[in-house]
C-alpha cells in the first residue's frame, strides 16, 4: 500500500525557513516524480513544484520560484521542500504527493502538513 | 501561470448527469494531454479520477469521464449519487515539469 507522510510543518516567522519532509513507502520512490501541491484554508489547490525520479527536471510555481527548494533522497525514500523568506500567503496545508506512472496526474496523496506563517 | 478556469459551482438530481468544465490554454490544457481531474470530500486529501484527459485509474467508477476540445477540458459524471458530492479540480501540465490548477467547482447533489 502506498503512504505518503508529511512531516515538518508548524509555525514559522515572516521572512524566516522552514522544511518539510515526505517519508514514502509502498512503492518504488526512485521511479516515480513527487509533487508539492498546497491548499489555503478555504481555498482551493495549488501546485507548488515537481522534481523526477532522478532530480533531472525541476518545476517551480511562479509564486515560490527562487524562495522554495524541493530535492529527493532516493536512498531514504523521501521528498523535501526548503521553504525559505517565508510569507504570510505560504500559510497552507501542504500535500505530498507521487506522480502515476506513464501519463500526468497525482495518483497517491499524503494527508497533508499545516504550515502557518505568522508573527 | 494563471488557474484555470473552472465554473464555482454545479448541481444535478440523483441518477442525472453533469458536466464540469475547464479552460485553460495553447500553453496548458490546449498544448498537452495531460488533464487530470481530483475529487475532494471535505477535510479530505484530493482523489485521483482521471488522467491524461480520459483515463480512469482503477477503481474509479465509469460513471465518471473525461474529454478535451482544444484548450477546454470537461470531466462529465453520469448517474449521480450522493457521494459523489464533493469539490472537483482539474489540473494541466504546463510544460518545463509545472502542473497548474484549476480553481475548483463545488458539485451539490440535490
Known sequence: EVQLVESGGGLGQPGRSLRLSCAASGFNFDEY?????????????????????????????????????????NGKDSLYLQMNSLKSEDTALYYCAKRVANGWGLDHWGQGILVTVSS | QSALTQPRSVSGSPGQSV??????TSSDVGGYNSVSWYQQHPGKAPKFMIYDVNKRPSGV?????????????????????????????????AGSYTLIFGGGTKLTVL
Not at chain 1, 49 to 65: E, F, H, L, M
Request: glycine share 14%; charged share 20%.
Open chain 2, 61 to 93: 467508477p465509469d460513471r465518471f469521464s473525461g474529454s478535451k476540445s482544444g484548450n477546454a477540458a470537461s470531466l462529465t459524471i453520469s448517474g449521480l449519487q450522493a457521494e459523489d458530492e464533493a469539490v472537483y479540480y482539474c489540473c494541466s501540465f
Open chain 2, 19 to 24: 458536466t464540469i468544465s475547464c479552460t485553460g
Open chain 1, 33 to 73: 516524480g513527487m509533487h508539492w501541491v498546497r491548499q489555503a484554508p478555504g481555498k482551493g489547490l495549488e501546485w507548488v513544484s515537481g522534481i523526477t525520479w532522478n532530480s533531472g527536471s525541476i518545476g517551480y510555481a511562479d509564486s515560490v520560484k527562487g524562495r522554495f527548494t524541493i530535492s529527493r533522497d
